[in-house]
T-cell receptor, first 116, second 112 residues
């Protein structure tokens, strides 16, 4: 497709379960970002991938969070042993170019995660 | 790291009036400032950006101004319409300029 695709769009999980969130970036975009948006709040940086470089994991809130990007394309964000405070909208964005931020981000519609 | 402050947090205007949202940043070396619009249930969408070699940029009813000396930049929307109602985020480069830090957002309501 022409945009950034995220799946699922909604996910309800029980506390303590693991979840996987998927992001398909725009073809040819070398930079991929994950952000988290809690209800009515701003955008919290989680992790950044650029080409074959080591990812910038500086925003991951705990070791329960991890992400990978296979073949420089699809990315999966995994949250282990989910907690209620993990409930939020998880947004993925991709960008063109080495210094991707200068080209602006294209965001997906997000995955709304609810931990009950 | 970069610190981006955004004001106001909420803004209500009558249809046809202008709206102004302001942001300040801390890193004097920053040179790229995008603005995003987020509609309900959607991801943010880039609407306009400005680079430090210009002081103003316009695109139809929206404009962005940049004051590098004071380290602040503003979004101006003229002749507001109901479809302009959304949350607006400013941003500035951070983390070695490989990503951006977002402001806290402004919820704009345009009253018909």
């Amino acid at each position: 497709g022409a945009g950034v695709s995220q799946s699922p769009s909604n996910k309800v999980t029980e506390k303590g379960k693991d979840v996987e969130l998927r992001c398909d970036p725009i073809s040819g975009h070398t930079a991929l970002y994950w952000y988290r948006q809690s209800l009515g709040q701003g955008l919290e940086f989680l992790i950044y991938f650029q080409g074959n470089s080591a990812p910038d994991k500086s925003g991951l809130p705990s070791d329960r969070f991890s992400a990978e990007r296979t073949g420089g394309s699809v990315s999966t964000l995994t949250i282990q042993r989910t907690q209620q405070e993990d409930s939020a909208v998880y947004l993925c964005a991709s960008s063109l170019g080495g210094q991707g931020w200068t080209y602006g981000y294209t965001f997906g519609s997000g995955t709304r995660l609810t931990v009950v | 790291g970069e610190n981006v402050e955004q004001h106001p947090s909420t803004l209500s205007v009558q249809e046809g009036d202008s709206a102004v949202i302001k942001c300040t940043y801390s890193d004097s070396a920053s040179n790229y400032f995008p603005w995003y619009k987020q509609e309900l249930g959607k991801g943010p969408q880039l609407i306009i950006d400005i680079r430090s070699n210009v002081g103003e940029k316009k695109d139809q009813r929206i404009a962005v101004t940049l004051n590098k000396t004071a380290k602040h930049f503003s979004l101006h929307i003229t002749e507001t319409q109901p479809e302009d109602s959304a949350v607006y985020f400013c941003a500035a480069p951070s983390g070695g300029y490989q990503k951006v830090t977002f402001g806290t957002g402004t919820k704009l309501q345009v009253i018909p």
